[in-house]
């Protein structure tokens, strides 16, 4: 059976409805299931009553476009570029199954498509040999250099000698893909903590970004996962993933309005195209439908 998106939900809603309470109590449980949250979905329906109450708005298109703009205040868009003249590391994060390893991938081959021919690919989930392996096979699809070790290294020090390597050959980009062991936090931020100290040695200064990957498909856990991961070691941007028109997707408004995390690019799809960067406004629009 076909998932129905959020934005078919709301346009249901106008359909033979009264702008009354039920109609603000449909729209908050429909945000529940478009993955807004529990909270923020009351909280938005709330505004958008007051809002409609106060402008006197009965109208459909009125009505939408009020709602986007309480949206719009929440969803947060960062544009990330590596500086040109540095060494840059970006770590990227996020639990197994979200498509890490492969987002990483995309966005290496988008800034080399971009014009930029030193991308190092550095292979620190060293726990899975999988992963390795699936860096390694990335690497020889895209003409990316990729920097391991072998299963069970330290992923510090494959950090270290990616940087390195990058270094060596002038300014540049190291994507480092990381382990994303949740069910042993305890390990797994030991872990972050020792690589992002390399990351902040080995980078030129200002040059260091903290990524998480996120499944939009996951609803609520992405939140979770994000909080997890920020307190942590601190995140400057979010990659969404699995993203397309039947996705629910409203992680991003609860990931902006409870974190004030941005997010940086979209993946939409199984090739290595199949990213972009992340506009809020589009994504807003595309949420509620207009």
């Known amino acids: 059976m076909a998932r129905i998106s959020f934005a078919e939900r709301i346009k249901n809603l106008f359909k033979g409805s009264a702008i009354d309470d039920d109609f603000f109590d449909d729209l908050t449980d429909n945000l529940i299931e478009g993955d807004v949250g529990a909270k923020n979905a009351y909280e938005i329906s709330e505004l958008l009553e007051a809002e409609c109450r106060k402008e006197h708005l009965t109208e459909q298109k009125d009505i939408e476009n009020a709602l986007k ?14 500086e040109k003249n540095g060494t840059n590391i970006w770590m990227v994060l996020g639990v197994n199954g979200v498509g890490k390893t492969t987002s990483v991938a995309k966005l290496g081959s988008f800034f080399k498509r971009g014009g930029l021919d030193n991308v190092v690919l550095a292979s620190a989930d060293t726990f899975r040999a999988a992963a390795i392996d699936q860096l390694n096979m990335h690497g020889e699809r895209t003409g990316l250099r990729v920097v391991s070790h072998q299963h069970g290294s330290d992923p510090a020090a494959v ?26 936090k305890e390990n797994l931020v030991r872990e972050l903590q020792k690589i992002n100290k390399i990351c902040m040695e080995k980078a030129t200064p200002g040059c260091y970004r903290k990524i998480l990957v996120v499944d939009a498909t996951t609803g609520q856990n992405a939140l979770r996962q994000a909080e997890a991961f920020h307190e942590a070691v601190g995140l400057d941007a979010v990659i969404l993933t699995k993203y397309d028109s039947t996705a629910k997707g409203g992680v991003a408004v609860s990931v902006g309005k409870e974190l004030g995390i941005p997010f940086a690019y979209v993946c939409d799809g199984e090739k290595y195209e199949d990213i972009r960067r992340f506009n809020a406004e589009e994504y807003v629009s595309a949420f509620i439908g207009l």
């Open 69 to 82: 703009k309480i949206l719009s205040g929440y969803v947060k868009q960062i544009d990330l570029e590596p």
């Open 159 to 184: 950090v270290f000698d990616a940087a390195e390597a990058c270094a060596a050959k002038g300014p540049g980009l190291v994507l480092a893909d990381t382990a994303g062991r949740l069910h042993n």
